[in-house]
């Protein structure tokens, strides 16, 4: 369907002039240089409890005798950094592997055959990698990940010259349709891209009720401490994830830097990034984070072991 | 929080207060008659007949009400009703609750009364009010994984000048379920002045306003509103909305609107957009021609913007709220503002998918 309002689609989130990235690439700089191994398989993927199922998955591993990991593994980094990523792709397909703002190399790895990208970071934030083939079935089928750009020297801020924080968190956001999608595309068929019904919606790769438990997931800290959450929507679905107990800031919308404002349902939109600092209002007390619409709350109609975790207060 | 001698309590007093419901018939009145205060301006709800409360001292009880939509189906929600408003009589509250009103330096005191509520078997049985965006401790903040009450409870707190502009309330129960239901309403936090009295100011110390008009935005799939779709149910892994709605309304063309507000030339307007849909919604105010007219958008999730924006078009996505304002010509005219639903995958529309409202100055 042709979206005649796609060019003024705006939200008070996108209607901030994104500010303009600064090129970090300065020549005084040293830079370091970082270097990861991705394997590409095809495997299985397990969302745990009621609702939960295995899923037939594609995905990006660091390890070639393993399962494939959803989402795959965080690639890490700093402004001004080179990373350079060797991908072997040990599956049966063509796969490719795109850092979106990052590389532009759409190019397919035939089967058995491997590539190195090798790209800098000049800005510190958070970017999706993905497999961009197939009209979106390589990525649905769990082909993606984050790369992680910190600011230069270690500190804890967003970027040099930016906001601090306490905490940081990285929410990989994905949906999957497994009867449609991953159940067809993992046995060879022809999956029709005009329907999509996902019913498996993950944090991390995890359920709400793994998501809800996991400390790598949950934002916490003591009351006035910041947790920085880079975001990255990785499925094919807008998510809205709504924050209980306090507003938070806004300093990443639509993958770009926006001027700070308060919101407390930050939506990122399929394939972009958000990035939010959210403090702590609350001593030992416990609140959800979670999707704000219908059936992403479930897992196949499970309630909340869809996209969802927790707020604790120390 | 457990079941426990206060959850008793509070469930004896419920039924108290249903039974002093039934015996009075001042309710509703009472509530519409309370949206205003000194300084505040007019028309909150148009012609849906949403009452403005104040959240200070309210009673809110569970109802069912049958809608009876376009197409001549006949839909089931679950309604916030004002103590008991509309039950023998008059087919009902209104989809949407009343719009609860806070001054900020006032105390919320909401009681959710669960005389009579319609509800799921365990394990989501019951109701709770979340006020959504007031950022309410963990013991207002009606979430029953974390603890609330589901049998009826009694919900304190209160609001800085931050929050001055719009949020919302809705049930945290089940949520795929009770939210699709109706179990939703505005909230708006107002500034006071050293008086106590509520002002209309679009955000703390911000511009005035002559009208406001809030705006509840939600979506129907009348799957999720069969009474045999309860409990963990792939009926919630899938969701089709067939009907979309503005303050419980279809308002399907200009023509048949679903709200109407009929203002002062060269006036001012405050626009609430409420989003408690499930999919993504975009707010557009046009002439009759067409033409899509400018407004500006002061608040977003209730906080002002570090600066307000004028555009032609915004989105207000799923559990979000913007607040934006209008100045009227100083000549007569129409404007439809206007929501067009889109779906979460890739923005497209909806057959009936636009609501329209209709603004004479």
């Known amino acids: 369907m042709i979206n005649v309002l796609a060019h003024t689609r705006l939200s008070v989130r996108r209607l901030f002039a994104p500010l303009l990235f600064v090129s970090l690439f300065l020549v005084s700089t040293v830079s370091q240089a970082s270097s990861y191994t991705l394997y590409i398989k095809a495997g299985t993927h397990t969302v745990n409890g009621a609702g939960g199922t295995t899923i037939k998955v594609w995905g990006y591993t660091d390890n070639s005798a393993a399962a494939p990991m959803v989402p795959g593994p965080v690639i890490e980094s700093h402004e001004g950094e080179t990373v350079s990523v060797y991908v072997y792709n040990q599956d049966s397909r063509p796969h490719n592997f795109v850092v979106a703002g990052l590389t532009t190399d759409t190019i397919a790895i035939p089967a058995n055959s491997n590539k190195t990208y090798t790209f800098t970071t000049p800005n510190a934030g958070v970017y999706l990698y993905s497999d961009t083939l197939n009209s979106n079935v390589n990525r649905e089928m769990g082909l993606y990940g984050a790369v992680v750009v910190r600011a230069a020297g270690g500190a804890n801020v967003t970027w040099t010259g930016g906001p601090s924080f306490n905490y940081e968190r990285l929410w990989v956001v994905s949906d999957m349709d497994k009867p449609r999608w991953n159940d067809i595309a993992s046995t060879g068929g022809t999956v029709n891209t005009s329907v999509y019904k996902p019913n498996y919606f993950m944090m991390n790769g995890l359920g709400g009720f793994d998501a809800m438990r996991d400390p790598a997931t949950q934002i916490t800290g003591t009351v006035g401490q910041v947790t920085l959450v880079r975001i990255v929507n990785a499925g094919q679905f807008d998510q809205s994830l709504h924050f209980h107990s306090n507003h938070m800031k806004a300093i990443v919308v639509d993958s770009a830097r926006v001027t700070p ?13 958000a990035m939010v600092l959210f403090p702590i209002k609350y001593a030992k007390q416990t609140f959800p984070v979670h999707v704000h619409t219908a059936q992403m709350e479930t897992a196949n109609g499970v309630y909340l072991n869809g996209a969802a975790t927790l707020i604790v207060g120390k | 929080m457990k079941i426990s001698i206060h959850t008793l309590f509070l469930r004896i007093r419920g039924i108290l207060q249903a039974i002093a419901t039934l015996l009075t018939s001042a309710g509703l009145a009472s509530a519409a008659m309370m949206g205003g205060g000194g300084a505040v301006a007019t028309a909150a709800n148009p012609t849906s007949g949403i009452p403005v409360v104040n959240a200070t001292s309210v009673t ?77 401790a963990q013991s207002e903040d009606g979430v029953p994984e974390t603890g609330a009450p589901v049998l009826g409870d009694t919900y304190t707190f209160a609001v800085d000048a931050q929050h001055v502009g719009s949020h919302m309330y809705h049930c945290h129960v089940h949520t795929v379920k009770h939210l699709e239901m109706g179990l939703y309403g505005g909230f708006v936090v107002k500034d006071t002045n050293s008086a106590g009295t509520l002002l209309n100011t679009i955000n703390h110390g911000g511009p005035t306003y002559d009208y406001e008009w809030n705006m509840v935005l939600s979506t129907v799939d009348p799957a999720y509103h069969n009474n045999n779709a309860v409990g963990d149910s792939t009926v919630f892994a899938d969701y089709n909305p067939k009907y979309f709605l503005i303050n419980g309304l279809e308002g399907i063309s200009s023509t048949a609107p679903a709200d109407t507000l009929t203002a002062a030339t060269g006036k001012k307007v405050a626009f609430r ?46 559990g979000s709220t913007t607040d934006i304002m209008v100045t009227l010509p100083t000549t007569s005219g129409t404007w439809y503002p206007q929501i067009s639903y889109k779906n979460l995958r890739n923005g497209g529309g909806y057959t009936n998918g636009t609501v329209y409202n209709k603004l004479v100055f």
């Open chain 1, 261 to 273: 404002f308060g919101d407390d349902t930050i939506n990122i939109k399929a394939g972009k990034t």
């Open chain 2, 273 to 318: 957009l409420i989003g408690l849909q499930s999919v993504n919604a975009i707010f557009q105010i046009k002439n009759a021609s067409g033409a899509a007219q400018s407004f500006t958008i002061y608040n977003d999730d209730g906080y002002a913007l570090p600066s307000p924006i004028t555009t032609t078009s915004i989105e207000v996505t799923p």
């Open chain 2, 60 to 136: 809110l009880v569970v109802q069912t009400v049958n809608k009876v939509m376009h197409d001549g189906v006949n839909v089931p929600f679950w309604v916030y009703c004002q103590n008991g408003g509309g039950m023998g009589g008059g087919g009902g509250c209104p989809v949407a609750g009343p719009t609860l009103q806070l001054g900020v330096g006032q105390t919320a005191n909401i009681v959710l009364n669960m005389m009579m509520a319609p509800q799921e078997a365990a394990p989501y049985q019951g109701h709770t009010i979340h006020p959504h965006g007031l950022d309410v």
